[in-house]
């Protein structure tokens, strides 16, 4: 079935900023809704954002205002702009689409917040 393989990871300073990027595979892509989840060690999987097949977007309350989900459907690929990270956001980021069309988590890309 579908798969998504997340990049864009890595090392950042508090305050810094990364954006990750999710290809997804198959042609199918624009009737997805896509979300970004995050992992940090020891914790559970945690949602972090949506974006809809037209574009709308919701948000975890600890990333509203700092993150930006977005996705470009002619590249099948979703995007997370992150801003002003902070040490807490320190985690392996997933990508996979919500509802009926979900499918298995893949690797993953790490984030690391710290001075």
């Known amino acids: 079935q579908v798969q998504f393989v997340e990049s864009g990871g890595g090392l950042v300073q508090p305050g810094g900023s990364l954006r990750l990027s999710c290809a997804a595979s198959g042609n199918i892509f624009r009737r997805y809704t896509m979300a970004w989840y995050r992992q940090a060690p020891g914790k559970q999987r945690e949602w972090v954002a949506t974006v809809t097949p037209g574009g709308g977007t919701n948000y975890a309350d600890s990333v509203k205002g700092r993150f930006a989900i977005s996705r470009d459907n002619a590249k099948n690929t979703v995007y997370l702009q992150m801003n002003s990270l902070k040490p807490e956001d320190t985690a392996v980021y997933f990508c996979?689409?919500?509802?009926?069309?979900?499918?298995?988590w893949g690797q993953g890309t790490q984030v690391t917040v710290s001075s």
């Open positions: 996979n689409a919500e509802g009926a069309f979900r499918s298995g």
